[in-house]
């Protein structure tokens, strides 16, 4: 492994993992990635797209390999999407790594995705679903995590500065 990221950002859709991702690489002076950027840019179409053509498993094997190189290649602030703790190959590299657990409640993820067709995890019944999806999340991201930061009611910038503190890390 030639490289770790300082930081690897988990949790569920919506929650902040860009915006927090990019405020942490800033204040610690490193660089930011986006797992799910990183697919978007190397298939040149949206992952609901790859959803809708190819499935979810296709897109979770692209998602699993995107992760392991990022995880391999990066040595800043890394964000996963919110299904990669799923694999458990992935959550065994997680181990070890400062892993920082974004989570929020389900009225905030309502306000926050306003739960579009642009999820296609969430087409349907949204609010149940997101429950549903968390339910079977939850603990796979607490496992994984170093520290578990709630977004509920706080600002980027306080969720930024909560992660910080809680990995006991000083920004440059």
Known sequence: MTAAPLIVLVGPMGVGKSTVGRLLAERL????????E??????????????????EAAFRALEKQT????????????ALG???????????LLAGRRVVYLSMD????????????????????PRRQWRELME????LYEQVATAVVATDGRTPEEVTQAALDALELKEV
């Open 29 to 36: 002076g490193v660089g930011y990635r986006d797992t799910d």
């Open 38 to 55: 990183d697919i978007v840019t190397g298939q040149g179409r949206t992952i609901a797209d790859i959803f809708v053509d190819e499935g």
């Open 67 to 78: 992760v392991h190189r990022a995880l391999a290649e990066h040595d800043g602030v890394l």
């Open 82 to 92: 919110g299904g990669a703790i799923l694999d458990a190959d992935t959550r065994a």
């Open 106 to 125: 389900v009225e905030e993820a309502v306000k926050r995705t306003g739960l579009n067709a642009a999820r296609p995890l969430l087409a349907v019944n």
């Open 136 to 139: 079977a999340r939850r603990h």
